[in-house]
């Protein structure tokens, strides 16, 4: 599994969420953001809508009916009720569960750097975890140290 370390600097939650699942909505991928902030996941879904318009990144809240429909379902609990093999941590706080997908995104900032630091190292010691690492850099994301 890959592991993404995304450090927002200045950049924000409702910026980065949309324009990784562009990427990731391109290649026909599912996707599932995770937050246990429930006011997060409203303006991230919000954000889906708004801040790329032409990408359509239609998205819902797990607990409804559809679940399995939602390309991007947003959800406070890390289930892939939509079959999602790709997960992103928009509250920026690592869960385990993290492992079974292909791929996760961690999104963290000043406040969650900690745990961030500690789920990077953690994560390196585990041989079937390949780990990457971006950063904000002249307005794009460059992958770092």
Known sequence: MRADFYQLGGETVEKTVPLLASKIRETGGRLLVVSTDPAQLKSVGEALWSE???????????GGAHDARQPILLSHACEASNGARLV???????????????????????????GARAAWRSLG????????F????????VEGP
């Open 52 to 62: 790329r318009p032409a990408d359509f990144l239609a998205n819902g809240l797990a």
């Open 88 to 114: 992103m941590f928009a509250d920026g706080v690592w869960r385990d569960e993290g492992i079974a997908f292909d791929r996760a995104f961690l999104l963290f900032g000043e406040a969650t750097l900690a």
């Open 125 to 132: 010691e585990r041989e079937d975890v390949e780990r990457r």
């Open 134 to 141: 971006w950063k904000r850099e002249g307005g794009r994301w």
